[in-house]
Nanobody, 113 residues
C-alpha cells in the first residue's frame, strides 16, 4: 500500500515560483514512476512531469519552467515551478505507479494578480 501526501501549493502572482513536495509512504523503488499531474478548472487531468530511474519527462507546456526531482532516500518527489502563468492554475496531484496507480489528494496552485 502506497500513500502520497502533497504539500506546497498556494496563491502566487504571475512570474513567481512554487515548489511542490510529495511524500510517499510504502515501498517505492527508484525505478517506479512517480510524477505530477494537474487538473485545471473545468478541464481534464493532464500530465505535467514524471521521473523514473533518473529519467524525466515533461509536458510541452512546462518545459523550461518546471523541474521534477526525487529524493529516493526520503521517498519524496518535488516539482519546482518557475515563471508561473495564469494557465498553470490547477489542482496538482502526485502520482506513483507501484503495481497500481496511486494518487495523492491534490494541492491547489492558483496564479493570480
Amino acid at each position: 500500500q502506497v500513500q502520497l501526501v502533497e504539500s506546497g501549493g498556494g496563491l502566487v502572482q504571475p512570474g513567481e515560483s512554487l515548489r511542490l513536495s510529495c511524500a510517499a509512504s510504502g515501498t517505492i523503488y527508484s525505478t517506479n514512476v512517480m510524477g505530477w499531474y494537474r487538473q485545471p478548472p473545468g478541464k481534464e487531468r493532464e500530465l505535467v512531469a514524471t521521473i523514473s530511474a533518473g529519467r524525466t519527462k515533461y509536458a510541452e507546456f512546462v518545459k523550461g519552467r518546471f523541474t521534477i526531482s526525487r529524493d529516493n532516500a526520503k521517498n519524496t518527489v518535488y516539482l519546482q515551478m518557475n515563471s508561473l502563468k495564469f494557465e498553470d492554475t490547477a489542482v496538482y496531484f502526485c502520482y506513483a505507479l507501484v503495481g497500481y496507480n496511486y494518487w495523492g489528494q491534490g494541492t491547489q496552485v492558483t496564479v493570480s494578480s
